[in-house]
């Protein structure tokens, strides 16, 4: 996937909401344009967006990972995907997890 790829992600799931008005239209701009043709100071006011902290899961005792990956590229883009599903920004090792969990918690309600 491109910037641009992650940058219809961002519009399309709201994620410049909170931000100056002005950083939808930029990135709009960018998808149109191409990142790559936008100026430094344009680049430099949606790089932030570009990154983000995993979130993290905690397990059913309640314990916390505190993971300290970082989502850029794909692994963002489907964060931001999968954001409504899992509740969070999760790296693949959290989902993974996640997943994990949810599996034993099914396994234990069969029983």
Partial sequence: MSTES???TLIKHD???EANAMVPGIA???VDKGYD???AKQKAVLDPFLTQKCDGV???GGYHNHCSATLVDDELESAIE???YYGGLLC???VDENERYRSEREGLERE
């Fill in 28 to 30: 709009q701009l960018a």
């Fill in 6 to 8: 992650l940058l219809i």
């Fill in 58 to 60: 905690t397990d059913p």
């Fill in 37 to 39: 043709n936008l100026s």
């Fill in 92 to 94: 693949p090792s959290c």
């Fill in 82 to 84: 999968n954001d409504m």
């Fill in 15 to 17: 994620r410049f909401h």
